[in-house]
């Protein structure tokens, strides 16, 4: 029988030459049972004959069979994960101090393997969990490659192809007048601009420089104040 997350029952988990229907079954730790006093005391209690008085009990103890060994689970820092129940279903010799002595220390190996399958269990469940993170953030990445590329594509790329196109059209054209010749350069100095500024922003979503200057709970907040601000 093996403790529950809470430690105020026991749960049985393996049966042997019992019923196999009491797998499953919720045992009370109370201090007045026999499984509740070796869990606290972590104690071992021998248990013969009829009816015997066990500690901390007032009450005698009535047995259904001749003899009952029960043992407190032991893992390798002494905590009790449960209790072992072995009882004999017809008359048998007496067990000694050492009989139990050696009983006692094969239920603290089953306390250890227990304990160690409970901890490959959850290191297996943090390494399901990281890998499912690993894999989160390396589709997020991806996605954040593609927004990037689509916004080099659809904004700095038609811009510079813009202003090269405009170059191209100042040079196949005669040389205009001045007032035109102005006119022309203010608007492709204006193309370089926003090309400038497409630059600027693209490497904002990047590594915004709030995130090195005040970290980043600030650089969350200013990302979600600007989409609020796009979005009106």
Known sequence: MLSDQSGRNLLVRAVYGQ????????VRTSESSVAGWVLKHRQHLYLIDQ????????????????????LPLLNAKGKALGVLSLNATE???RL???DIDVLQAMANLVAVALND???YRAL???DRQLQAAATHIMKAQEEERKRVAYDIHDGLAQMIAGTHQRLQA???????TLPEAIGDLDKLEHQLRQCVDEV???????RPSILDDYGLESALRQFLSDRQEEMG
């Open 19 to 26: 019923d196999p229907g009491l797998l499953g079954n919720v």
């Open 51 to 70: 009816a015997d008085d066990f500690p901390g009990d007032e009450r005698s103890y009535t047995k259904l069979v001749p003899s009952s060994l029960v």
């Open 91 to 93: 008359a048998m010799p």
């Open 96 to 98: 000694t101090a050492e």
């Open 117 to 119: 399958a409970a901890i």
């Open 124 to 126: 297996e469940m943090k």
């Open 170 to 176: 100042y040079r196949s054209h005669p040389w205009p």
């Open 200 to 206: 600027r922003r693209v490497i904002g979503y990047l």
